[in-house]
């Protein structure tokens, strides 16, 4: 099992002002409030359809394991930036190390019940990013596979196998679709 010894996280009001840091472990045992980030790397290919880079969470971390999410999504550290604390976890998961333009979007509440005496609440801040290339060294401690999904793919395997995906995934997804749009494909 992945450790989470020693991490912390931002413990917010629903307004998003911080109220403490505490371990993290401890804030999904007690289901408590947090500032959190979901980060989509996307690209638009020639038919103007997005496309998204996935990842499979490594089967063996302590919430959620196995399950596929968006491209990146973690905790800000105290008085971390957000798109610092974005950039530092592509590093860290997805061994991403160009420099990418984020775009930030809403911010939004979810809790769910995670199993194992596990909740996720958290104040999660949207961010998107498009880039058509990335090199990445997969990080086994934290991701299983990472792959490019096509918008019409994963709506499919939202709707058709819903387990397969992290509780908050949804949520994300439909925030990304949102804020983004490519250029429709000319027909020639």
């Known amino acids: 099992m992945t450790s989470t010894q020693g991490h912390h996280v931002v413990l917010v009001s629903p307004s998003g002002e911080p109220k403490g840091i505490a371990e993290k472990l401890e ?3 007690q289901g408590w409030l947090h500032m959190a980030f979901s980060v ?9 359809e ?17 399950l596929w999410t968006n491209t990146c999504c973690s905790h800000p550290q105290k008085d971390e930036p957000m798109a610092a604390a974005a950039k530092r976890r592509l590093y860290e998961e997805l061994g991403i190390a160009r420099p990418l333009d984020f775009t930030m979007g809403p911010q939004f509440e979810y809790r769910a019940d995670l199993g194992n005496g596990l909740i996720e609440h958290e104040l999660d801040q949207v961010i998107a990013c498009e880039v058509n290339w990335v090199d990445m060294i997969l990080n086994p401690d934290e991701v299983e596979d990472c792959r490019w999904w096509s918008e019409g793919e994963v709506r499919l395997a939202v709707k058709e196998t819903p387990e397969q995906f992290t ?7 439909t925030r990304i679709d949102a804020m983004i749009a490519c250029p429709v494909a000319s027909s020639r």
Do not use: I, P, T
Request: net charge positive.
């Open 167 to 173: 509780a908050w995934f949804e949520q994300v997804l």
């Open 50 to 66: 997005r496309e998204y880079l996935l990842q499979r969470r490594a089967a063996d971390k302590y919430h959620s394991g196995g």
């Open 27 to 29: 804030a999904h045992q």
């Open 40 to 48: 989509m790397l996307f690209r638009c290919n020639a038919n103007g």
